[in-house]
């Protein structure tokens, strides 16, 4: 435990300096290591868990794992998660509601401390599913209306003389205005 307490410390201590020199890899690691830990539990050593075992493992226990470490070695592996996943019974959309109602859990919890954010404090209706799905309807709406109004392209003919880019050109200034002039006038063309 202790050394989680010196990370938190090293990363607010760490946070005072000046933000112009940016910090090496390692420590930006551990100050996110430190944020996502969980606090500690009151009354708890390590949350709970226990210390390591100094008895001999079960014999029938030891075979379960060696038999899945078998399974993840052979060419083709198999996963447990895969498996899982693959039973029928798994597809059960109420599933998930179920399992956290039974384990107890709530969903809209963080890991980060309370200061940095807190899900109690989102304000009721904000991120409601249906003003969500209005928003989205609203944009929806808004972008095809703008690709609507950009849909229609004005096409001109291309005998017309007048969209031509030298169309305004002096006669004399260039070849193209004079070759203009001759046809206009009725004398001959290079072309006939």
Known sequence: MAPVDNLASTSTTGSSQTSSTPEPEDVHLARIRALLCPPPIPGLADWGIPPEAETA??????????????????????????????????????????????????????????DIWNPD??????????????????????????????????????????????????????ALGGRRQARSSGGPSRWG
């Open 57 to 114: 493992c079960d014999p029938e226990l030891e075979a379960k794992l060696k038999q899945f470490h078998q399974l993840k070695s052979l060419p083709t592996p198999k996963h447990f998660n895969d498996t899982l996943m693959s039973n029928r019974s798994f597809r059960n959309p109420h599933l998930y509601a179920q399992l956290v109602e039974f384990v107890n859990i709530d969903e809209r919890t963080t890991n980060f401390p309370k």
């Open 121 to 174: 404090e989102v304000r009721d209706g904000e991120w409601d599913a249906e003003k969500i799905a209005k928003y989205q309807k609203i944009r929806s709406e808004q972008q095809s209306q703008q690709s609507k109004s950009r849909t229609h392209i004005e096409f001109s003919s291309g005998k017309d003389i007048r969209s031509h880019p030298y169309a305004n050109a002096p006669s004399g200034g260039s």
